[in-house]
């Protein structure tokens, strides 16, 4: 009997996929284990100071400036130094200080006159107010100077 071509292609697929290779073999698995280092324990010293370079900046910095256009006559600290509140930092020019105070005092007596004026009926409240306003700067900057 004679196989037609047509039959052939599928009896060779069968027949290879019932082939056995194996051929009775086994493979070993085979652990592999970590390799590991052994060492002696010794005492050593370890440097326990270390030098490094680096910048420190203030958290906060402030200008410190006049609050008056004045002459300063001593500055009683340095850049750089560490300042508290309250802390003399200059000493202002005494002529300063004699202006500023014959000013106040000026402008003390007009007030009261302006006081005294409006309480008789012949001034304005106005003018009282404006007074009082100029009085309270002129304190402020004659204090700030002392």
Do not use: F, H, W
Not at 14 to 25: E, P, Q, R, V
Not at 71 to 96: C, F, H, W, Y
Request: hydrophobic residues 40%; negative net charge; glycine residues 4%.
């Amino acid at each position: 009997m004679k196989m037609k071509p047509y039959y052939i292609m599928p009896l060779a697929m069968i027949m290879t996929a019932c082939g056995n290779d194996d051929k009775g073999t086994v493979t070993e698995v085979k652990d592999e284990l970590p390799q590991v280092e052994i060492s002696t324990v010794a005492v050593e010293s370890v440097p326990q100071i270390k030098e490094y370079t680096a910048n420190v900046e203030a958290e906060n910095i402030n200008n410190i400036s006049p609050s008056a256009p004045n002459r300063i006559k001593s500055i009683a600290v340095e850049v750089g130094d560490p300042v508290r509140r309250g802390q003399t930092l200059v000493v202002m020019d005494g002529a300063n200080i004699t202006q500023s105070k014959i000013n106040l005092d000026q402008i003390e007596r007009e007030y009261n006159r302006a006081v005294q004026l409006l309480e008789i009926g012949a001034g304005t409240q106005q003018a009282v107010d404006q007074l009082k306003a100029q009085l309270d700067a002129a304190r402020s900057q004659y204090d700030n100077l002392l």
